[in-house]
Structures are given as C-alpha cells and as structure tokens.
C-alpha cells in the first residue's frame, strides 16, 4: 500500500514554532480545547482494548495524534488530510514517535482515500474537521467508516454540532462567545493571519490566493454543523450501533458510537 507523501518543509523554516503558533490560533475558538482531548484519548482508553490502530481524519497539524501516540505506547496511529501544506507541520510535531505516527494525503470526498488504509482499527477519531462536509459526503463517509473499524471498534468525533431551532442556536453560540471572552481566547492571532503568515514563510506565492483555498476548500460544508439526530440516525444506519452523545458545551460535542 502506498500513499503520497505530504510536501517537506524548506530548511529555513521553524517547524515547531509554526506547530506552537497553530496551537494557539485554535485556541482562540475552541473553548476547553483540552478537555476535548483528554475526554477523548480516556474514553478510548477505557472502552477499546487492546488499541493497536488508530485512524485520526482530518488530522491537520498532528494535535489529535500526539495525545494517542503518547496514551497507546503500542499503536500506530494514522492520519489523514487534504491539505499539503498543513501535513508538513504534523511531521515535525510526530517526529519524535518515528514509523508509529503514519500520515496520508488524500481528500475524504474523493473514493480513493479508502484504499491508502488497512482494516481493521480500533479506533477511528476526528477534532473540527467533519463539519466541512456535505450532508451527503459526511453520510457516505460514516458507510465506509463502518468497513474500517473492527467489531467492537468505536468511532469518536469532536465538532460542531448544531440545533433545529433557530432561538437554541443563537443562543449556543452567544454561550460560546461569552467562554471564549471569559478564557482570554479573543487575544492573539486568527484564522486568516495564520495562513497568511504561514504561507508567507514558506515563500509560496499567491499567499492570499492558498489562504482562500483551504478557508473554500471544504465548499458545501455546513460551518455550524448538523443535529446530533442526523448523526445519530446516519451512524445507525452505517451499521452502528447505540450512537451516544459523550461531552457537550453549547455548539460542539463529542459524539459516535461503536462498530
């Protein structure tokens, strides 16, 4: 089996400070960053054994990896992502874990992504990355996710969720804006200077033109993303069974549910 490989960083460039530098962009909007993660490394922990494969989609600049490898000292732990430009700074966060951390470029939406993957994980997990799918990309995916996992395998995302009422949303991400003032998060760099900065640094050209292609590289998502009901009713009939909701805070949740 074999994949493309993310693109290399120029030797002129700080991996780790760009890693360190997208840490805190993402803190900036997602409120109890930590937590998310923690709860999701534990839940694995003490609802799958033995973990000796786990597959992180959307796995950006390694975050969500580099907890499991450091929890699951067996694992190899994959992860999958479009965007060439972000890979690079995953392989330097993972650098120290060698052949355990094991990344692929490939796009969700497209058919091929499936085959640069064994069977058989134990796990399967995404943070903030799921949402930019379509309604029917993102159901289409949960059938093959079904196909990854073994039985007894669970599927675990962290994301946006949204609800069906107009006043409830508002009122969640109202919520949210107050957590994020309340933790500082509002100081500090944002989405778009990151990327401009980044692709500045690397000295790719048409910086602003990349910045608009991975803010519009997911057209069709649904930014606040769907109904836990959606997701559970689309989980069950992918051949999952009892799909829970784990954590919740307002506009996001851990949800999922076992093979």
């Not at 033995?50 to 490898?69: A, W």
């Not at 395998?153 to 609800?163: E, I, K, P, R, T």
Request: hydrophobic share 40%; charged share 25%; with cysteine.
């Amino acid at each position: 089996m074999s994949a493309p490989e993310p693109l290399r960083l120029p030797n002129n460039i700080q991996g780790q400070h760009w890693v360190k530098r997208w840490d805190r962009m993402q803190e900036r909007y997602l409120v109890r960053r930590d937590e998310r993660i923690n709860l999701m490394v534990r839940l694995v922990r003490q609802s799958v054994a033995p973990v000796k494969r786990v597959l992180d989609l959307g796995c950006g600049t390694g975050s969500l990896m580099e907890p499991f490898l450091e929890a699951f000292a067996e694992a190899e732990v994959f992860g999958m992502d479009f965007d060439p430009v972000l890979l690079p700074l995953a392989q330097e966060r993972l650098r120290p874990y060698g052949r355990r951390s094991r990344l692929i470029l490939a796009d969700l939406r497209e058919q091929g992504w499936r085959a640069q993957v064994p069977d058989g994980f134990d796990a399967v997990i995404s943070a903030t990355a799921l949402h930019w799918l379509t309604e029917r990309e993102l159901a289409g995916l949960y059938r093959q996710l079904s196909g990854l996992l073994r039985p007894g395998g669970l599927f675990v995302n962290a994301d946006h969720v949204a609800s069906r009422q107009a006043q409830v949303q508002k009122f969640w991400e109202h919520s949210r804006d107050e957590m994020r003032r309340a933790e500082a998060r509002q100081d500090g760099e944002d989405w778009e200077g990151f990327w401009e900065a980044y692709t500045q640094a690397l000295g790719l050209p048409g910086g602003r033109r990349i910045t608009e292609r991975v803010l519009g590289g997911w057209q069709g998502g649904v930014e606040e993303g769907l109904p836990l009901d959606w997701h559970f009713a689309e989980l069950t009939a992918s051949g999952f069974s009892n799909p829970e909701c784990f954590w919740r805070c307002d506009c996001d949740a851990i949800y999922g549910a076992f093979r």
